[in-house]
């Protein structure tokens, strides 16, 4: 636990002692580390090898709190900065997933004001979170419907069917965790083989609720970090979003074919071989 941030932060790393550190910060808000494992520990074996630091960003998690106070997104920024001053990785790389690839844009943007010098060497966002309000409502009406679909119904009564809750109740439990994210998948079939995670609602909302994306965009055309963007071409969130952020940063995009949210899950071949190109190249 960290004991420079005014609530504990729970982190971890994995990879090789002494590696160069990588910073991944997971989705939500509200959300824990764990659902993005055990894939991306593949993280590690990128290019010459990396030591991943993962937390649990305050509020979700290892690091929930009882505090009543408003989680914005200044106080994610400001815990990523002090948690990055503790563990001696300030200027360590960023991989943000989902929600944490917009939260590396509130990290990298707060270089331009007064408060923060936290400058990584380079960037990749996965999948990011729509912070554009019309954008917002576009995924919003996309993942109801999907999930509101024939295919998904289908499913859902297929599992009621099959005895499971009575033979495995943890199985059960796991299926139906699957299936109440499988609006986030090109195929809602392939909703499988995913960690399950828990969101605090109270988090969520007051995180959001302090976004300015307009804002935001506005001062990502500032920023002068080497960065991917990577998205599925079947992600319930709109690609145009992500197209719009790489174009502020002057970002590479890299469109994955046949791929939802989770590419981690859905397209890992082709996500590692994105990464992987992208992070030899900024060694070379």
Do not use: K
Not at 116 to 133: D, E, G, H, N
Not at 153 to 167: K, M, P
Not at 276 to 284: E, P
């Amino acid at each position: 636990m960290t004991r420079t941030t005014t609530v504990p932060l729970y982190w971890c790393r994995y990879g090789e002692p002494g590696a160069t550190p990588l910073m991944v910060l997971h989705g939500g808000p509200g959300a824990s580390h764990d659902y993005l494992l055990p894939q991306l520990l593949s993280l590690a074996a990128l290019g010459s090898g990396f030591d991943l630091v993962f937390y649990d960003q305050r509020g979700g998690g290892r690091s929930r709190t009882d505090d009543l106070t408003p989680i914005t997104v200044e106080t994610h920024v400001d815990d990523f900065a002090l948690l990055s001053d503790e563990l001696g990785v300030r200027v360590a790389p960023i991989v943000g997933y989902s929600w944490g690839a917009v939260l590396a844009l509130h990290i990298v943007t707060s270089g331009q004001r007064d408060r923060a010098a936290t400058q990584p060497p380079w960037m990749i966002l996965i999948s990011p979170a729509p912070f554009i309000p019309s954008d917002r409502a576009l995924f919003d009406a996309e993942f109801q419907r999907r999930q509101s679909s024939a295919a998904v119904a289908s499913l859902r009564a297929e599992l009621q069917a099959s005895g499971l809750r009575e033979r495995d109740a943890a199985a059960y439990r796991q299926r139906a965790f699957e299936l109440s994210v499988a609006g986030y998948f090109a195929h809602p079939e392939r909703s499988a083989n995913l960690t399950p995670f828990r969101v605090q609602g109270r988090v969520q909302t007051s995180t959001w609720g302090s976004v300015d994306g307009d804002a935001l965009m506005a001062a990502l055309t500032g920023v002068r970090v080497p960065s991917m963007v990577v998205h599925g071409d079947l992600d319930p969130i709109p690609l145009s979003s992500a197209s719009a952020t790489a174009r502020a940063l002057g970002a590479t995009l890299v469109e994955l074919g046949d791929c939802g949210h989770v590419p981690y899950v859905e397209q890992p071949e082709a996500l590692t071989a994105a990464l992987d190109a992208f992070v030899n190249g900024r060694s070379a």
